[in-house]
Nanobody, 121 residues
Framework: QVRLVQSGGGEVQAGGSLRLSCAASGDILSFNVMGWYRQTPGKQRELVATKNTRGGTNYLDSVKGRFTVARNGDENKVYLQMNSLKPEDTAVYYC???????????????WGQGTQVTVSS
């Protein structure tokens, strides 16, 4: 069994900062990509920031220069540092990991429990 447990988040005023953390545990052979998505009511979940095992990153255009995704490969953790937060960043944020549990398995998506981030103006 694989678990992704998130921490961090909460409420902050516009211009403030928050940090999200996510730790993966369980029967994990290897990772492909880890990162963060977010979702607001009535909208599809969207990619915020991801980082692959080769260090390559992918960011949502609206968060470039403000958010930073980081990974600790030794501890199977991923972080999202969010600076200069705006009210439009308000959403439920989900940790994601594309990982393989056993040899010859495909990489599958696993998700954290979600955490609310609220930015007030």
């Amino acid at each position: 069994q694989v678990r992704l447990v998130q921490s961090g988040g909460g409420e902050v005023q516009a211009g403030g900062s928050l940090r999200l953390s996510c730790a993966a545990s369980g029967d994990i052979l290897s990772f492909n990509v880890m990162g963060w998505y977010r979702q607001t009511p009535g909208k599809q979940r969207e990619l915020v920031a991801t980082k692959n095992t080769r260090g390559g990153t992918n960011y949502l255009d609206s968060v470039k220069g403000r958010f930073t995704v980081a990974r600790n490969g030794d501890e199977n953790k991923v972080y999202l540092q969010m600076n200069s937060l705006k009210p439009e960043d308000t959403a439920v944020y989900y940790c994601n990991a594309q990982l393989r549990r056993y040899l010859y398995d495909p990489f599958n998506d696993y998700w954290g429990q979600g955490t609310q981030v609220t930015v007030s103006s």
